[in-house]
């Protein structure tokens, strides 16, 4: 059985070609389902929190002579652990033969899921986002920011990329580290820059993504353009949102999973709630874009806004272990 630590899975991971395993898979479906959420009380005792436990598992049946594969993504979150110096969530993917249920691969699960997520908004950026798309402002510092940066970079000519964050020194030491990584990494120039002002940047830019813990909008459709996407890669509780209801009513939106989305994403479950939007103002998932059911953004249209949300699905999690596995 393959061991494949985080820099082994980075490696392994090409970002088009990961984006291509997605739309693959999309297209081709896969056994999903439910994850499953088990609490695991105070594990240290009294006065600590609750621990969780997520299982997370899919499958894809033999084909072609091929074998079927079954992924399994394990995460904890102990929300304790800061105190000891140590990350609150950990992840691990096991990759079994879908024929024998041998095991195959145990990868880093925590390097995978910031591949593929950020993969995946580039997968929605394909076909939703203007071909001509070339300024990018992204919302947000943390561990996804860098990868979603790089990847929409790659599928579309972006030129300027703008960052906002809570943290204005976060924000600068980013642009700064992508400054001197980012051109050899798309292999063109692009100039990086941190921005105080979130308000003229979201106005000024063709895509934009977001990937924070927020529970307040960071997006506002007063502030939104003809032309523009909308990337929301945060708030994956109903209680987060990254979007005002004004960004949803405005916008064609999609998600990478109707079942997730509906029922995970702040920023459509609580406008639904509030009366504010339909579940039918959802135009398509990844399933439906993959597959050429629905349309995303029409070639040539320059007016329309599309707003892309995501909540993650295991079937993103099996593409990803398939393709760092390898042929083997």
Not at 60 to 81: C, E
Not at 103 to 128: E, F, H, I, M, N
Not at 190 to 215: F, G, M, P, Q, Y
Request: aromatic content about 4%.
């Amino acid at each position: 059985m393959k061991v494949l630590s985080g820099p082994e899975v980075e490696a392994a991971l090409d970002d088009m070609a990961l984006i291509d395993r997605l739309a693959a898979l999309f297209k081709a479906g896969c056994e999903m389902p439910t994850r499953h959420h088990h609490t695991i009380a105070s594990p240290t005792g009294p006065g600590s929190a609750d621990a969780t436990l997520l299982l997370m598992p899919a499958w894809t049946q033999a084909a072609a002579g091929a074998s079927g594969r079954i992924g399994i993504k394990l995460v904890t979150v102990f929300p304790d652990n800061g105190k000891r110096s140590l990350p609150s969530i950990y992840g691990e993917y096991l990759l079994l033969d879908g024929t024998t249920g041998a095991p195959l691969a145990l990868l880093d699960g925590t390097v995978l899921t910031k591949r593929r997520t950020a993969c995946a908004s580039g997968l929605a950026s394909r076909y939703l986002s203007r071909p001509e798309a070339a300024s990018l402002l992204m919302i947000g510092t943390g561990a996804l920011a860098p990868h979603l940066i790089r990847v929409h970079a790659k599928v579309r000519p972006i030129e300027e990329v703008a960052i906002w964050g809570r943290d204005t020194a976060k924000a600068e030491d980013l642009a700064a580290a992508l400054a001197r990584s980012l051109p050899a990494d798309v292999g063109r120039p692009i100039t990086v820059r941190a921005v105080a002002d979130r308000r003229e940047a979201v106005a000024r830019a063709d895509i934009v993504s977001c990937a924070t813990l927020s529970k307040v909008p960071l997006v506002e459709g007063a502030w939104l353009r003809e032309g523009q996407h909308v990337d929301l890669v945060g708030a994956y509780t109903p209680e987060m949102r990254e979007s005002d209801d004004a960004a949803v009513q405005r916008a064609q939106v999609y998600v990478d999973t109707r079942a997730g989305a509906l029922k995970e994403a702040g920023d459509l479950v609580q406008p639904i709630a509030a009366g504010r939007i339909a579940e039918q103002a959802v135009k398509a998932d990844l399933f439906e874009l993959a597959r050429g059911e629905r349309p995303g953004r029409a070639a040539g249209d320059r007016k329309a806004i599309t707003l892309f949300k995501s909540v993650g699905a295991a079937l993103e999690d099996l593409a990803a272990a398939e393709l760092a596995f390898g042929p083997g």
